[in-house]
């Protein structure tokens, strides 16, 4: 009885494997590199990016900590230019979307679309609003809606999480 039951279940199986078998080699996987590729990125280890980023990159970026407030380069930084991300590069902020919030960290009203992606927080006993790189993971900082017009947000990000590329150097 049972063996009766297992050989066609053997036979589908195997005409599964090669239906599979067939469909895969009809359909290559996508090796396209100028097709955009969705969700984080660029994944290193910690010891791939200690060697990339200064102690304080990494303490920040990798490990989600803070600066000082106003110890940060980018604090009252208000030349035109970009600002990207210190771990990969990608250009996250634009300097007529900064303003002189007072907090302490740099603020900026708005970002570059589809390169933060934003997570609960709940650590310190805090409710806030995380922000990181959409391509590398970094940890910038956090995004609170105290800001100015038009979006009423004020991303505070870390001035370590940053590198500043100047319009006059472009
Ligand atoms: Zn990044």
């Known amino acids: 009885m049972t063996r009766s039951i297992k050989y066609p279940i053997l036979i589908t199986s195997i005409l599964l494997v090669s239906l599979i078998t067939s469909k895969s080699f009809g359909q290559p996987a996508n090796t396209n590199p100028t097709k955009p590729i969705q969700g984080q990125t660029m994944q290193l280890t910690d ?14 970026l990798r490990k989600k900590g803070t600066e000082r407030a106003f110890s940060g380069m980018y604090d009252e930084h208000f030349d035109a230019g970009t600002y990207t ?9 634009q300097s007529d979307t900064k303003y002189n919030s007072g907090c302490g960290w740099p603020a900026f009203f708005n970002f570059i679309p589809g390169t933060i992606n934003e997570h609960r927080d709940t650590s310190h006993g805090m409710n806030r609003t995380e922000v990181t790189c959409a391509k590398c993971g970094g940890h ?8 100015p017009r038009p979006t009423g947000l004020r991303y505070c990000i870390n001035s370590a999480s940053l590198n500043f590329v100047s319009d006059s150097t472009k």
């Open 47 to 60: 010891e791939q990016w200690k060697e990339r980023l200064t102690n304080e990159q990494f303490n920040i």
């Open 140 to 147: 910038l900082g956090h995004v609170f809606e105290d800001g």
């Open 85 to 93: 991300c210190a771990g990969c590069g990608t250009v996250l902020f």
